[in-house]
């Protein structure tokens, strides 16, 4: 920025651009985010770059970055977004409006336990939930997501977080596919059956590149980013999976296949500071803290 430079003269929603491409590093991308076109967002950012005077961003193979500048003007954008958004809360509670809490969280705990909980409990809540799922890094002051759910603990400022449970993996087969197949004993005998697990190079977190862990050369024949996928293979007798202990839960249609071998993650939960004072926020958090303690036994082997 330069020594004209006022920053009292810019468009503040231009700042919503700046930051939702400072973020994702990719038009498409920040542009999906926003609801807009690619060409919405070069053309708020080049109005931006001239309102402040300088270069904001450069950009290379790998997508936009920013400069110095751009840097800079991160915090100043960011507290004019966490101010909006709190004076948008504030005004929400206090006009008694119907409250949307959108919960970004990771699939399985999606779809095998928050889906059979949550739609029960808002019935007769002034609350609408959005369920999304992780692909990858969310910001919780962004607006992505009100609160998130994630495996293992998140980095930066402005929120705050628990460990939501400690849960296990184990590796399941069905019925048909132990009978049909050689006896496994030890875990040298794994070298001889099929797998199913995700593909390694479209993992979001390192934290579930976990096949190392079991055996050095399993064979995997079938992959999938979902773990419902990987459910439902390993049902049909394909082969074995290395499944959560809540995601196999109440599957009879399973059996635990070297139940002593027990994979241990961790599930964080994470709000922001801002947005845990408002009353329906809070309701929500507790109510998943509440259940997933209430049924720690869904999430290891034998537990309670």
């Known amino acids: ?45 080049e109005q931006l770059e001239k ?26 954008a960011e507290e004019c977004e966490r101010t909006l958004r709190l004076a948008n809360e ?4 206090t006009q008694q409006i119907r409250s949307t809490i959108r919960i970004g ?66 590796l399941f087969a069905s019925h048909s596919y132990l009978e049909e197949h050689p006896k496994i004993k030890k875990r040298d005998d794994l070298e001889a059956h099929h797998f199913i697990g995700y593909i390694e190079d479209q993992l979001f977190t390192d934290l579930l590149k976990y096949q190392s862990e079991i055996y050095p050369a399993l064979e995997f024949i079938y992959q999938s ?8 293979a390993v049902q049909s007798g394909l082969g074995i999976g290395i499944l959560p202990h809540f995601v196999a839960y109440g599957d009879d249609g399973l059996s635990p296949v070297l139940p002593d071998i027990l994979l241990h993650r961790e599930l964080w939960i994470s709000t922001s500071k801002d947005l845990h004072q408002f009353r329906d926020l809070k309701l929500t958090w507790e109510f998943i803290l509440s ?13 309670g």
């Not at 504030?90 to 509670?93: E, M």
């Not at 609408?128 to 009100?146: K, Q, R, W």
């Open 1 to 45: 920025m330069n020594e004209h430079t006022n920053l009292l003269s810019i468009n503040w929603n231009d700042l919503k651009y700046f930051l939702a491409l400072s973020r994702y590093g990719r038009l498409s991308l920040a542009a999906s985010k926003l609801g807009c076109t690619h060409v919405t967002i070069a053309n708020r950012i």
């Open 51 to 76: 309102a402040v005077g300088t270069r904001l961003f450069f950009q290379n193979s790998k997508g936009f970055h920013l400069t110095k500048a751009g840097e800079d003007l991160i915090p100043y």
């Open 90 to 93: 504030k005004y929400r509670s």
């Open 105 to 170: 969280v990771t699939e399985g705990f999606s779809n095998y336990f928050l889906s059979s909980h949550l739609p029960v409990w808002i019935k007769h809540k002034n609350i609408d939930i959005e369920l999304v799922s992780l692909a990858g890094i969310t910001y919780i002051t962004s607006g992505d997501v009100d609160i998130s759910i994630t495996i293992g603990p998140q980095k930066g400022e402005n929120f705050i977080q628990r460990k939501l449970t400690d849960y296990t993996l184990g």
């Open 225 to 232: 980013t979902t773990i419902h996928t990987q459910h439902k």
């Open 291 to 303: 259940q997933t303690q209430e049924q720690s036994f869904r999430f290891k082997p034998n537990a």
